[in-house]
T-cell receptor
Framework: AQKITQTQPGMFVQEKEAVTLDCTYD???????LFWYKQPSSGEMIFLIY??????QNATEGRYSLNFQKARKSANLVISASQLGDSAMYFC?????????????FGKGTTLSVSS | EADIYQTPRYLVIGTGKKITLECSQT?????MYWYQQDPGMELHLIHY???????EKGDLSSESTVSRIRTEHFPLTLESARPSHTSQYLC????????????????FGPGTRLLVL
């Protein structure tokens, strides 16, 4: 079964609009972490934001916020006031406590295109 | 800000050649990882290391090998490159936090795009 599901292959938004990128996850571990990464066309993976399963508040980092709904097992990334430079592929990833120290499990990604 | 480097950034090579992809980090991180990513697809772990002289295979089977002789260096070697090895290879590192846990953030290098003809 897929652990991380990103159902939107592509999203299109205009500058200054907000956009939500969906991510659902599947785990039976009580302790886990959720990450979002941005991958521009140049190929590097840029860490954006982290949410822990026990965190009481939704994570925020500048224009990025994470809409964490634990009961629904969703961790959607919200980008406010989109910019042209936000055009990239976005990956949701998870680490479970029993996998601590090993790899992240990645979703298939969502391509975001921001137009002027 | 993470300091993790990969060379070469791009490599075009013929079938049967031996290649080594370099990865170095200057953050003193104990854990390092290699991921493989086909264009437009998700990342898959192929190797990881918890520290010097520690290497493990990841979830995705790979014909490559790795070594970890120094903390900062985690090279990946393909003894005989084939067209099926064409992909992007991403190196990452993370530091153990406290007693461990899901919070460890992995920082990635810029990647190596490999094309085997």
């Amino acid at each position: 079964a897929q652990k991380i599901t990103q159902t939107q292959p592509g999203m299109f938004v205009q500058e200054k609009e907000a956009v939500t990128l969906d991510c659902t996850y599947d785990t039976s571990d009580p302790s886990y972490g959720l990450f979002w990464y941005k991958q521009p066309s140049s190929g590097e993976m840029i860490f954006l934001i982290y949410q822990g399963s026990y965190d009481q508040q939704n994570a925020t980092e500048g224009r990025y916020s994470l809409n964490f709904q634990k009961a629904r097992k969703s961790a959607n990334l919200v980008i406010s006031a989109s910019q042209l430079g936000d055009s990239a592929m976005y990956f949701c990833a998870m680490r479970e406590i029993n996998q601590a120290g090993t790899a992240l499990i990645f979703g298939k990604g969502t391509t975001l295109s921001v137009s002027s | 800000e993470a300091d993790i480097y990969q060379t070469p950034r791009y490599l075009v090579i013929g079938t049967g050649k031996k290649i080594t992809l370099e990865c170095s980090q200057t953050m003193g991180h104990d854990k390092m990882y290699w991921y493989q990513q086909d264009p437009g697809m998700e990342l898959h772990l192929i190797h990881y290391s918890y520290g010097v002289n520690s290497t493990e295979k990841g979830d995705l089977s790979s014909e490559s090998t790795v070594s970890r002789i120094r903390t900062e260096h985690f090279p990946l070697t393909l003894e005989s490159a084939r067209p099926s090895h064409t992909s992007q290879y991403l190196c990452a590192s993370s530091a153990t936090r406290g007693s461990g846990g899901p919070r460890e953030t992995q920082y990635f290098g810029p990647g190596t795009r490999l094309l085997v003809l």
